[in-house]
């Protein structure tokens, strides 16, 4: 079974830059969508940003729309999550996760997909 790793977590002010990584523990692994998705505590898990590995489409939610860059890696299964300008608000317990069947790499759609991280912890201080 494939696994997800993530790393990058951390604690930040507002107004920092954090950046996650997630990968593989398989370099052959292909999928057809990867993306992140934050839980923070006592919230419903959201989705953050999605991308279509094919086409490198990417999908963002409104709450992070020009602060967040989820770019991939097209050598491996490996994609990356650039956070600025982070606010109090974007604390949270921050998972990868990716599917290899749908097409439908939207942060939305992520939540019915096969692989997920093990999550990475991200606090930003006022």
């Known amino acids: 079974q494939v696994q997800l790793v993530e790393s990058g977590g951390g604690s930040v002010q507002a107004g920092g830059s954090l950046r996650l990584s997630c990968g593989a523990s398989?370099?052959?692994?292909?999928?057809?969508?990867m993306g992140w998705f934050r839980q923070a505590p006592g919230k419903e898990r959201e989705g953050v940003a999605g991308?279509?590995?094919?086409?490198?489409?990417?999908y963002y939610a409104d709450s992070v729309k020009g602060r967040f860059t989820l770019s991939q890696d097209n050598a491996k299964s490996a994609v990356y999550l650039q956070m600025d300008s982070l606010e109090p608000e974007d604390t949270a317990t921050y998972y990868c996760?990716?599917?290899?069947?749908?097409?439908?790499?939207?942060?939305?759609?992520?939540?019915?997909?096969?692989?997920w991280g093990q999550g990475t912890q991200v606090t930003v201080s006022s």
């Open positions: 991308i279509r590995i094919d086409s490198g489409t990417v």
């Open positions: 996760a990716a599917e290899s069947f749908s097409l439908d790499c939207t942060p939305v759609a992520g939540f019915d997909w096969t692989y």
């Open positions: 398989d370099d052959s692994a292909r999928f057809n969508c």
